[in-house]
Structures are given as structure tokens and as C-alpha cells.
Nanobody, 124 residues
């Protein structure tokens, strides 16, 4: 089992920044890959960014490339999403997720453990 707790969401004006954190506990075996997803009202959940915790090239959705950065602090069991140059279309509930195995880092059906989410609201 893995427990994931997100924090850092909030309201910000367009062009601003937010830093989301996901504190993980439980089996490291089920944290082979970790990612951030988001879901806006009336829309499907989409993959924002993902990493293999053992290393490798991270995944970013085209819509966030160059603006968002995913990172991990292994010692603190924390996954972070730095979000810069935020746009109103980034408004959504953001979720942290993990899995014991992933092929497609941005695909939500590959993840088995989910946090409760943190709301991000970007105003124009």
C-alpha cells in the first residue's frame, strides 16, 4: 500500500507560480513511477507530468512543457511539481499518483495509488 498526501494548491493570478508537494508513505515497491494528474470540471483526467523514481527522462504533457517541472526528494519521500507561468486553463484539481509499474507515465490507467487532490485556481 501507498499513501499519498498532496499540498500546495491555491489561487493565483495568471503568470504566477505554485509549488505542489506530494508526501508519500508506505511501500517503495509501489512507487516505481509517480506522476501528477489534473482534472477540470467536465473534463477527463489528464496526465501532467511523471517520473520513474529510479531515474530516467520525465514525462510532460505538451500543454505544460517549459512551464512545469517535476522532481523528487528521495530522502523526504516527496514528489514536487513546480508550476510557473500559470494560465487560467491550468485550473483543475491536481492529483499525485504512483504505481509499481508504468510504461506510459502520462496514462492514468497505469497508476494504482492516488492522493485526495489539491485545488489549483488561476484567474485571468
Amino acid at each position: 500500500q501507498v499513501q499519498l498526501v498532496e499540498s500546495g494548491g491555491g489561487s493565483v493570478q495568471a503568470g504566477g507560480s505554485l509549488r505542489l508537494s506530494c508526501e508519500a508513505s508506505g511501500s517503495t515497491r509501489n512507487r516505481y513511477c509517480m506522476g501528477w494528474f489534473r482534472q477540470a470540471p467536465g473534463k477527463k483526467r489528464e496526465g501532467v507530468a511523471g517520473i520513474y523514481t529510479g531515474g530516467g527522462i520525465p514525462y510532460y504533457a505538451d500543454s505544460v512543457k517549459g512551464r512545469f517541472t517535476i522532481s523528487q526528494d528521495i530522502a523526504k519521500n516527496t514528489l514536487t511539481l513546480q508550476m510557473n507561468s500559470l494560465k487560467p486553463e491550468d485550473t483543475a484539481m491536481y492529483y499525485c499518483a504512483s504505481s509499481s509499474f508504468c510504461v506510459r507515465l502520462g496514462a492514468d490507467d497505469e497508476y494504482h495509488y492516488w492522493g485526495q487532490g489539491t485545488q489549483v485556481t488561476v484567474s485571468s
